[in-house]
Nanobody, 123 residues
């Protein structure tokens, strides 16, 4: 079992920044990828960013590319999402997930999720 706990969400004005954190604990932790997804009210959970755990390679959704940066600290089992130039359309609950197989862009490819952290961007 793996437990994930997200933190760092909040209310911010458009153009502002937030840094989300995801702490992983449990069994020996060595995933292939970790990712951040987000879910706005009435919408499906969508991919935002992913990072290869061992090599650090990153990938981003076009909607956040150039504004968001995903990173990790292997020694601490931590994943971060630095979000800059936030827009009202970034408002959502943000989840971190542990990749289990398949495409990194689909939420069905992840078998562990945290409880999520709310990000609200006001215009």
């Amino acid at each position: 079992q793996v437990q994930l706990v997200e933190s760092g969400g909040g209310l911010v004005q458009a153009g502002g920044s937030l840094r989300l954190s995801c702490a992983a604990s449990g069994r020996t932790f060595s995933p292939s990828f970790m990712a951040w997804f987000r879910q706005a009210p009435g919408k499906e959970r969508e991919f935002a960013a992913a990072i290869r755990w061992s090599g650090g390679n990153t990938d981003y959704a076009n909607t956040v590319k150039g504004r968001f940066t995903i990173s990790r600290e292997i020694a601490k089992n931590m994943v971060y999402l630095q979000m800059n130039s936030l827009k009202p359309e970034d408002t959502a609950v943000y989840f971190c997930g542990v990749h289990s197989g398949g495409s990194i862009y689909y939420s069905s490819s992840y078998d562990y999720w945290g409880q999520g952290t709310q990000v609200t961007v006001s215009s």
